[in-house]
Nanobody, 122 residues
Framework: QVQLVESGGGLVQAGGSLRLSCAAS????????MGWFRQAPGKQREFVAA????????YYADSVKGRFSISRDNAKNTVYLQMNSLKPEDTAVYYC???????????????WGQGTQVTVSS
């Protein structure tokens, strides 16, 4: 089992940047593929980005491609989401997720963090 804790959210102006972090408990972080999702008020949770177990493969939603970058540091048990050129429509609660066997855009992931709020003002 793994516990996930997100951090790094906040209020930023449009065009600005934020870096989210997700720290995982346990000694087997590299055994989990990781994903970032977000949920805006009144909307369903949607996929943002995913990274494979070793970090050699990444996958992005079209809406963030070219602006967001996912990475991981297996030595630090942490996955990151660098968000650049932020837009008001990026405002949401951002969640990280982990799964031992699945890597991709579905909400199939077994473990989820509590989320961190990102607010982008216009």
């Amino acid at each position: 089992q793994v516990q996930l804790v997100e951090s790094g959210g906040g209020l930023v102006q449009a065009g600005g940047s934020l870096r989210l972090s997700c720290a995982a408990s346990g000694r087997t972080f590299s055994s989990y593929a990781m994903g970032w999702f977000r949920q805006a008020p009144g909307k369903q949770r949607e996929f943002v980005a995913a990274i494979s177990w070793s970090g050699s493969s990444t996958y992005y939603a079209d809406s963030v491609k070219g602006r967001f970058s996912i990475s991981r540091d297996n030595a630090k048990n942490t996955v990151y989401l660098q968000m650049n050129s932020l837009k008001p429509e990026d405002t949401a609660v951002y969640y990280c997720a982990a799964d031992r066997t699945y890597y991709g855009p579905s909400r199939h992931y077994d473990y989820w963090g509590q989320g961190t709020q990102v607010t982008v003002s216009s």
